[in-house]
């Protein structure tokens, strides 16, 4: 695949001087913000280099303790945390809740593991025998965190937090359209942990380009093309990445599933946060001989679902776009899918009233992969279904897109199942489940080909990732040579040659 890659993102508005963040209901300004300048980020990232200094010299459970004390300060100050980020992103509270309750389980998972996850490991010495390994797991220094609007929280401490664990200062520059709430938990965190050891820079792409130039680690949750500027970016300084992009995430029906089970699966998987989900199922293949039945099943489904402004006791599955540009991506693809034959079975429109962006529940067949819908993100409410023959055409066409993130197989044979699982080109995949996969700490959770690089979660490795194994080989005898060493022995290579035919062949 082929993409361009330039440093600045042409199809954003001019460096502002300040962000104006919208209610996304009503379109009122709940905040203007300044904008930190490249400047200003490079300072942030010096500080927190110089914080890092004495914050790597804790040990980890000392930051574990830190850490904790952060969440208590997070939890005492939720009501707040709630209040903007609905009013920023315009989800539905039960999303909103959900989104800090996770944070705060992820927290408690990785804070009991980390003390033994980031233990110097002892390993063996062969061939050199007599001698002792050691893997030391130290800090890459600063590590920076650019993250998008849909999961403001989730997204941005998702990494945050083991960074910080792992001995590393942070600097987050959360998304332009929501950093209300990522800021005021740093605030609330920040009444505990040492000074510059987390902090949060606010702009656009110029501050997170700035945060790339600088940090020593940089992960980045966003678009594809995002990805791909800031892995050129940091190339430049051999700067280590971890890339959580988009997803056209396939749903495969087979002819044996549970139809009930499967239609309300794609029905939370395509409609949770309004389709603003990076692991959400966007399209479903599903074999011809239940077709009409499982469709039907998803189109009642979708009548049920209720679209408005959010609010605390809002009776809503979910709220309006965040980003509101999100809507002409849905319809433009919409229009192509129609031209070329598509039928919309529901929705299909905007709806709503007010200053917000909603969008109905759409369910649209007849699809095919000459449309956009089939092999384009669309993250919004919308799910198009193909007919397919059989698994074999549901899988070569679920493998037919650019992404590799999310994915499900819904069958009643579970071994079945598994086996269509292992043959998808993802990083993740659900049996008769979908989406929550993300939330279970011990599965990574990451993606391939345009989806990304690198991984979330996953036991040690995922808290690994934020520090650098640095190997020791230790001698501790006295002892005045060792056998590689000089002078070479007479016939040394000789013997070496009919060790190498004594164990492995003549
Ligand atoms: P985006 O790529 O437009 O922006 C993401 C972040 O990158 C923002 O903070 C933005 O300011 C920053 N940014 C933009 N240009 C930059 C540059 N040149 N250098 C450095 N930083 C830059 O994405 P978005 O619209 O905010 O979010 C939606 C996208 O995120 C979707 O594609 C979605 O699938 C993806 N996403 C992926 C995951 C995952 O875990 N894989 C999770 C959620 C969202």
Not at 304 to 333: C, H, K, L, M
Not at 338 to 363: D, M, N, Q, S
């Amino acid at each position: 695949m082929t993409a361009s890659v330039t440093n600045i993102d042409e199809s954003r508005p001019p460096v502002v001087d300040t962000l104006k963040v919208l209610d996304k209901v009503s379109g009122s300004v709940i905040e203007e913000l300044p904008v930190n300048s490249p400047e200003r980020v490079t300072e942030m990232v010096e500080n927190a280099r110089r914080a890092g200094q004495d914050w790597s010299q804790l040990s980890v459970k000392e930051r574990v303790k830190y850490i904790k004390r952060a969440r208590n300060e997070v939890a005492k100050g939720r009501t707040e945390i709630f209040s903007l980020l609905e009013r920023e992103t315009g989800k539905a509270r039960a999303d909103v809740v959900g989104e800090l309750l996770s944070v705060c389980m992820d927290i408690g998972h990785i804070a009991s593991k980390a003390p033994g996850w980031l233990k110097t490991r002892k390993v063996g010495t062969a061939p050199l025998f007599g001698k002792k390994g050691r893997i030391v797991y130290k800090p890459h220094g600063v590590v920076g965190v650019i993250s998008p609007w849909n999961a403001p929280l989730t997204l941005s401490l998702g990494d945050a937090v083991p960074a910080l664990l792992a001995g590393n200062s942070v600097v987050i520059k959360p998304s332009e359209l929501t950093p209300l709430a990522v800021k005021r938990t740093i605030e609330l965190m920040n009444r505990v942990l040492p000074p510059s050891v987390l902090q949060v820079a606010i702009g656009e792409g110029a501050a997170g380009q700035a945060l790339v130039d600088h940090v020593d680690m940089i992960c980045v949750t966003g678009s594809p093309q995002t990805g791909r500027r800031v892995m050129a970016r940091a190339s430049q300084r051999l700067t280590p990445v971890l890339l959580e992009l988009g997803g056209k995430d396939p749903m495969i029906v087979l002819e044996d599933a549970d139809l009930d089970r499967a239609a309300a699966g794609a029905t939370f998987g395509s409609l949770l946060m309004g389709g603003q989900v990076c692991m959400s199922v966007e399209r479903v293949y599903v074999e011809a001989a239940v077709a009409a039945e499982f469709i039907d099943k998803v189109v009642e489904n979708f009548r049920e679902i209720r679209v408005g402004a959010n609010g605390i006791d809002a009776e809503i599955d979910y709220g309006p776009f965040t980003s509101a540009n999100q809507v002409n991506i849905v319809e433009s693809q919409l229009k192509d899918a129609l031209e070329k034959g598509a039928t919309v079975l529901i929705g299909g429109k905007r709806t709503g009233e007010g200053a917000g962006v909603y969008f109905a529940p759409t369910v649209v067949t007849n699809v095919d992969h000459s449309m956009e819908i089939m092999k384009e993100e669309t993250f919004g409410p919308v799910l198009a279904i193909q007919v397919v023959k059989d698994s074999h055409e549901a899988i070569e066409l679920a493998n037919d897109c650019q992404y590799g993130l999310n994915s499900s197989v819904w069958t009643r044979n579970i071994a079945r199942g598994i086996e269509v699982a292992k043959m998808l080109e993802v990083g993740n995949t659900c049996v008769n489940e979908c989406v929550l996969s993300a939330g279970v700490q011990n599965l990574n959770f990451g993606g391939v080909k345009a989806s990304g690089l690198g991984f979330r979660h996953g036991g040690p490795e995922g808290l690994r990732q934020f520090a650098v194994p640095q190997s020791l080989l230790i001698e501790t005898r006295r002892r005045k040579t060792e056998f590689p060493w000089f002078p070479y022995a007479p016939k040394q290579a000789g013997h070496l040659d009919k060790l190498i035919g004594l164990m492995y062949g003549r």
